[in-house]
């Protein structure tokens, strides 16, 4: 059997960092993969005013799979500011790379995980009765639809002539804005497609049914963004009805979920939301597992491709230090997830096996895990490098 080809995209800051000690577990766990890196990230958009270069693209369509590390994005004036002197003037625009993967190859299905691990000091605790100290299991996988929504891109700063007149059609637009100067006006478009929204809607259903989650929960708020969270919650009732009727459907508003989460975060399983809501949710469900080190995430297109990524940024500070201090298990986790989608489920069990008994023994803990704040001093606190919280999960591995 040939090997199969992942294309690894580094990206920006600690992105690197992290891609390398995940390649390192997964070539310890016996996965055998040749590694093609792709150019993606800040240095590409100084450099060429093209964050995410054609031939990066190419790579992704013709190999399908890519494990991803993460990315810089800095406003529109700044990022004009950093490109190369040759560049500037010439009417090139930043945008994320990241957003632009989605859109290029439609990645409309992003899922994130947040499950607790046993022994996890960062573990979201409560109080309970009798002044006793409960730490609830945690497992609740996000359905992020992943390409519409606020994060389309569909908005205007000063809108041209036909967008505000179309806009003025609305009578609450009229009402509450049609007074104020059009240069004065920003907007964004919060668009939902019947096509998109049923789709994250049947995944998110479908990974109920199949890892054996009770329920299904749709976290939008459509009381008040009648349109685009009422599609959702519609076409939701619709799916569980004649597809799904032994899966309970529950319905949040975005707002209360974030005061529920820390209340009863046992109670929910699979929870699925529009684009900005369910970044929200997911990074809040997130801080209840220890925080983004140890968030992971997957995206999917409806034609195979697949894209792995951690939820964190590229945290450009801590890429200068001498010895690496952040936590790679998020990275390590996406790269399961890899394993999952393509089948390998030996050797995402053993990784992922490690990763567990590692957090449980608590010998091997990175700085976040002792609540330490991120300096290079922390090694010196007693805190594990980057490479020695990896080293610990292959040792794990024998």
């Given at each position: 059997?040939?090997?199969?080809?992942?294309?690894?995209?580094?990206g920006?800051?600690?992105?690197a960092i992290?891609?390398?000690?995940a390649?390192?577990?997964?070539?310890?766990?016996?996965?055998?993969?040749?590694?093609?890196?792709?150019d993606i990230g800040?240095?590409f958009?100084?450099?060429?005013?093209?964050?995410?270069?054609?031939?990066?693209?190419?790579l992704?369509?013709?190999h399908?799979?890519a494990?991803f590390?993460a990315?810089?994005s800095?406003?529109?004036?700044?990022?004009?500011?950093?490109?190369?002197?040759?560049?500037?003037?010439?009417?090139?625009?930043?945008?994320?790379?990241?957003v632009?993967?989605?859109?290029?190859?439609?990645?409309d299905?992003?899922?994130r995980?947040c499950?607790s691990?046993?022994g996890?000091?960062l573990n979201?605790?409560?109080?309970?009765?009798?002044?006793?100290?409960e730490e609830?299991?945690?497992?609740?996988?996000?359905?992020?639809?992943?390409?519409?929504?606020l994060?389309?891109?569909?908005?205007w700063?000063?809108?041209?002539?036909n967008?505000?007149?179309?806009?003025?059609?609305?009578?609450?637009f009229?009402?509450?804005?049609?007074k104020?100067?059009?240069e004065?006006?920003?907007?964004s478009?919060?668009?939902?497609?019947?096509?998109?929204?049923?789709r994250?809607?049947?995944?998110?259903?479908?990974y109920?049914?199949n890892?054996?989650?009770k329920?299904?929960?749709?976290?939008e708020?459509?009381?008040v963004?009648?349109?685009?969270s009422?599609?959702?919650?519609?076409?939701?009732?619709?799916?569980?009805q004649s597809?799904?009727?032994?899966?309970?459907?529950?319905n949040?508003?975005?707002?209360?979920?974030?005061?529920?989460?820390t209340?009863?975060p046992?109670?929910y399983?699979?929870?699925v939301?529009?684009?900005?809501f369910?970044?929200?949710?997911?990074?809040?469900?997130?801080?209840?597992i220890?925080?983004?080190g140890?968030?992971?995430?997957?995206q999917?297109?409806?034609?195979g491709?697949?894209?792995?990524?951690?939820?964190?940024?590229?945290a450009?500070?801590y890429?200068?230090?001498?010895?690496?201090?952040?936590?790679?298990?998020?990275?390590?986790e996406?790269?399961?997830?890899?394993?999952d989608?393509?089948?390998?489920?030996?050797?995402?069990?053993?990784?992922r096996?490690s990763?567990?008994?590692?957090?449980?023994?608590?010998?091997?803990?990175?700085?976040?895990?002792?609540?330490?704040?991120?300096?290079?001093?922390?090694?010196?606190?007693?805190?594990?490098?980057?490479v020695?919280?990896?080293?610990?999960i292959?040792e794990?591995?024998?």
């Open positions: 059997m040939a090997k199969r080809i992942i294309v690894a995209l580094p920006d800051g600690i992105g992290v891609l390398q000690q390649v390192r577990v997964l070539d310890a766990a016996g996965f055998d993969a040749e590694y093609i890196y792709g800040w240095e958009w100084r450099k060429e005013g093209n964050p995410l270069p054609q031939r990066t693209l190419d992704i369509e013709k399908k799979i494990l590390g990315i810089t800095k406003p529109n004036d700044e990022a004009k500011a950093e490109l190369a002197g040759e560049l500037q003037g010439k009417g090139f625009t930043y945008s994320s790379p990241i632009g993967l989605r859109q290029h190859f439609n990645l299905i992003c899922v995980p499950k691990y046993k996890n000091p979201f605790i409560r109080r309970g009765r009798g002044n006793t100290i609830p299991l945690v497992d609740v996988v996000i359905f992020r639809q992943n390409t519409e929504c994060y389309s891109g569909v908005e700063t000063n809108p041209p002539e967008v505000y007149q179309a806009f003025m059609t609305h009578p609450k009229r009402q509450n804005f049609g104020v100067p059009v004065e006006l920003s907007l478009t919060r668009i939902f497609t019947w096509k998109a929204t049923t994250i809607l049947l995944a998110a259903f479908e109920a049914h890892y054996g989650y329920s299904v929960t749709v976290c708020k459509p009381n963004i009648r349109e685009t009422g599609l959702m919650w519609k076409l939701a009732k619709e799916i569980q597809k799904y009727p032994d899966i309970k459907l529950l949040t508003n975005i707002d209360a979920q974030m005061m529920w989460l209340k009863n046992e109670d399983g699979v929870l939301a529009g684009n900005m369910g970044d929200i949710a997911s990074d809040a469900f997130a801080g209840l220890g925080g983004l140890f968030a992971c995430s997957a999917f297109s409806s034609d491709i697949a894209v792995f990524e951690p939820t964190h940024g590229s450009p500070r890429a200068g230090y001498e010895v690496p201090i952040i936590n790679p298990i998020a990275m390590i996406s790269a399961c997830m890899m394993l989608h393509l089948g390998e489920k030996k050797i995402c069990q053993s990784i096996r990763v567990a008994d590692v957090i449980r023994e608590g010998r091997v803990r990175t700085y976040d895990m002792m609540k330490m704040k991120g300096s290079p001093d922390v090694i010196n606190n007693g805190a594990a490098s980057t020695q919280m990896t080293n610990a292959i794990g591995l024998k």
